[in-house]
């Protein structure tokens, strides 16, 4: 388990203004939730990446292929006394398609959940990772041009900033994709889809659009200027936001005994 760990030299902000010291330590905390965030996400998202990797079994193949085998015989069984008993198939189409929907269900009621459902897990961890560390950079930002806070403030923000160049930009296409799937971009101007060359697209003349694509660990897509931009979900990228967090927390004076994060 990935756990971000942080320690507060204190318990309060030393500022003479109680009221400032009372609204930093708001933002801190603010900053700390999305921490926890971004760790559970990540997290997740590792564990969904090794569960959708696990292919299913022949002997789960096996047993749905029975399943549709006795629903079928079953379902010809009930069939309409003043049958003809010639093959119908329209009939056998709609008996196929019942036998598929009802082993299915069954699979669902025994908890076994739709394939579709396990494959859209390490996407959805991986939105919610990008989201988690794109709000610690907004919250720094405004806790750096909050008054009160120290000089350094802007420094870690700048630093953010640096850490994740691509971050706002895939988070806007991940939340703008009614627009990118149009192949709109900034001010629903028509995207001008530029060169894609990495493991899983190779255009080196541009034209392909990319909606939530992950790639190994990188979750990305067309950006807002056509192109191609990701971020990594990672240990890595947990870490680096993890350490403007904690230099933000020690540009702070602290009274009362040391904190540590998580409980």
């Known amino acids: 388990m990935h756990v971000a760990e942080l320690t507060y030299p204190g318990t309060r902000i030393d500022l003479p203004d109680l009221t400032q010291a009372h609204a930093l330590y708001s933002l801190l905390l603010m900053i700390e939730q999305k921490v926890t965030e ?37 379902y010809e069984r009930q069939r309409p006394a003043d049958d003809t008993g010639f093959p119908d198939p329209s009939r056998y189409a709609e ?10 269900r069954e699979d669902w009621l025994a908890g076994r959940p739709p394939h579709a459902y396990q494959h859209v897990l390490p996407f959805l ?9 794109d709000s610690i950079g907004k919250l720094i930002r405004a806790l750096s041009q909050a008054d009160g806070a120290p000089a350094a403030t802007a420094l870690h923000d700048e630093s953010f900033g640096q850490s994740f160049p691509t971050l706002r930009a895939v988070r806007n296409s991940a ?9 709109l971009g900034r001010g629903g101007q028509p995207l001008q889809l530029r060169p894609v060359q990495n493991q899983l697209v ?21 950006l807002a200027n056509g192109e191609y931009g990701e971020v990594e979900v990672s240990i890595a990228g947990l870490e680096r936001a993890r350490d403007v967090v904690q230099a933000l927390i020690d540009s702070f004076l602290w009274k009362g005994p040391k904190r540590h994060y998580p409980s």
């Open 95 to 104: 008996m196929h398609y019942q036998a598929d929907v009802e082993t299915k």
């Open 175 to 183: 939340q703008h994709v009614e627009d990118r799937i149009r192949g």
């Open 38 to 74: 971004a760790s559970v996400a990540l997290n997740l998202f590792e564990a969904a990446c090794a569960q959708s990797t696990m292919r299913h079994s022949r002997d789960e193949w096996e047993r749905n292929a029975e399943r549709r085998r006795e629903l079928m015989a079953k």
């Open 202 to 222: 190779s255009a080196p003349a541009g034209g392909v659009l990319i909606i939530d694509s992950l790639n190994s660990n990188k979750f990305g897509g067309t």
């Open 125 to 133: 961890h991986a939105k919610t990772f990008l989201y988690a560390v």
